[in-house]
């Protein structure tokens, strides 16, 4: 099937060949027809396939036969939840209309309005906004619905997330009532389906993927670490898997901050893009990030949407998002339009609610992968999923990019033994026991002059080693291991005995 095939006229398939575009994607092939016929639509397709030009093809095609907008006239409205997206919008409204004798704008907040109220004092066939601003400029008196169209809601269920629900209300009571409805999502819940309800008339039903499922070609796994750990073990994947281009996760504005200087600290150039930063800020860091002059963009879920990479090969998510539907979105972002894609989760025993929800939304476990230096001190329990998911231990060059050989992830500057050890211990314990060394990522250092071993069954005597001062309140007295209330052996560092220090005295 081609594009020609769906009944497109001429301008808009040279516009289609010169972006490189020959074949509709399944979306596209269902969702054109219905919209060309002038029919309501309720489509559903994971984010990555195509949905946005399932919609504004036909639009162009459509509108380009009916008569021009008057003066402040506006006859297609196209409702997104974020500036980003909006923005991504009119650039395709625009790239694929370059050959039609159209008009189309872009409203949204954060930007001053008076260039906006000048571009619609001429009319626009096309008007990409946010709820926001437009009710803003309705108020202004910048534009009228008189001859309204076609409406289109994209992304709504993040619309109703974002709580627009009451915007949107009163925006569709200042529509006429006779309009084409278009409802795109990339998932639909049980309150879209009532909104769509009272919206749609005799709709089309449109699926291409399973509810809520999330893209094959985008790999799943899932890193266990322990909270204060997060960041370093972060910089390490960075490092290790050599990724060029990642887009990480956080749930707030704060925490993207945070993160972004945290990176920075490490050597890796970053920047973070949320609500509270300029229109300004979030188009350079979004270009910078496109470009590669930063190599890891810090967003929240409400900045995300609209970030459209082609080809972005990886996100992390630092946390895990509250609402399991938003993980489906986050990894949207990579495996698009055929292209492989990897997701990684850091996750910690207190998100083991959230790793569940989203485990049983998607209906599959998630690979469990430990890295060397960042074993958590308590370990995530086993997927209630069906196979359990499986657990492996980070071997060197396992999926990285260098190949085999290659240093494990770890805190750097330790040696690649130092990481994670296992000590053999005769202080006491049955069948010479093994205690795990330190796992947060800064494994220290035991040498024999560190601390001397007492023979099994004898009792530590207490010395003061000739030649070794006090070190402030610490106590000069040996304690006996396996003192502590928790059934851990106690174990102190002590400065190295001088060579040719005598034993303490049996």
Request: overall charge positive; some cysteine.
């Amino acid at each position: 099937m081609s594009f020609a095939s769906l009944g497109l006229s001429a301008p808009i398939l040279k516009a289609l060949s010169q972006k490189g575009y020959q074949t509709p994607s399944p979306i596209q092939a269902q969702a054109i027809p219905v919209v060309l016929k002038g029919g309501d639509l309720l489509a559903a397709a994971q984010t990555g396939t195509g949905k946005t030009a399932g919609f504004t093809l036909p639009l162009l095609e459509n509108l380009s036969k009916g008569q021009k907008a008057g003066p402040k006239q506006v006859r297609a409205l196209v409702l997104t939840p974020t500036r980003e997206l909006a923005a991504q919008i009119a650039d395709n409204v625009t790239a694929y209309g370059k050959y039609l004798p159209l008009k189309s704008t872009v409203v949204f907040g954060g930007v001053s309005i008076n260039p906006q109220i000048s571009a619609l004092a001429r009319g626009v066939d096309i008007l990409v906004a946010t709820p926001g601003r437009l009710l803003d400029l309705y108020q202004q008196h910048a534009l009228s619905f008189h001859g309204l169209e076609v409406l289109v809601l994209d992304e709504a269920d993040r619309m109703l997330d974002m709580g627009f629900i009451h915007d949107i209300k009163r925006i569709l009571k200042l529509l006429p009532p006779k309009r084409q409805n278009l409802l795109f999502s990339a998932t639909f819940s049980e309150e879209i389906r009532t909104l769509a309800h009272g919206l749609l008339h005799n709709a089309a039903e449109v699926s291409v993927t399973p509810r809520n499922s999330t893209a094959d070609r985008v790999r799943q796994w899932i890193c266990p670490v322990d909270k204060n750990q997060k960041p370093a073990l972060l910089a390490e994947l960075t490092r290790f898997y050599r990724w060029e281009q990642v887009l990480v996760f956080c749930r707030t504005k704060h925490g993207a901050n945070r993160l972004a200087k945290q990176m920075e600290a490490e050597g890796i150039k970053a920047a973070a893009i949320h609500g509270n930063k300029s229109q300004s800020a979030r188009t350079k860091a979004l270009a910078d990030f496109k470009s590669g002059a930063i190599r890891m963009l810090v967003a929240t879920d409400i900045a995300a949407r609209g970030i459209d990479i082609a080809e972005l090969p990886q996100v992390v998510n630092f946390e895990l998002p509250h609402v399991p539907e938003d993980y489906v979105h986050r990894i949207g972002r990579t495996g698009r339009a055929g292209s492989d894609g990897e997701a990684v989760s850091l996750v910690t025993h207190e998100e083991v609610k959230q790793l569940r929800d989203i485990e049983r939304l998607i209906k599959q476990s998630l690979t469990r992968k430990e890295f060397d230096g960042f074993i958590p001190t308590h370990p995530l329990p086993t997927s209630q999923q069906a196979g359990g998911g499986s657990r492996s231990q980070a071997k060197p060059g396992q999926g990285a990019k260098q190949g085999q050989g290659a240093k494990r992830p770890g805190r750097t500057g330790q040696p690649q033994g130092e990481q994670q050890r296992t000590e053999r211990r005769t202080d006491g314990r049955k069948g010479g026991e093994q205690r795990p060394a330190d796992s947060r990522g800064n494994a220290e250092k035991r040498d024999s002059g560190d601390r001397r071993q007492q023979p099994e069954g004898r009792k530590p005597q207490q010395s003061k080693p000739q030649g070794s001062k006090p070190q402030g309140n610490r106590s000069q007295a040996s304690k006996p291991q396996g003192s502590s209330a928790e059934g851990k052996p106690q174990v102190r560092r002590r400065r190295p005995k001088p060579q040719g220090a005598p034993k303490p005295a049996a």
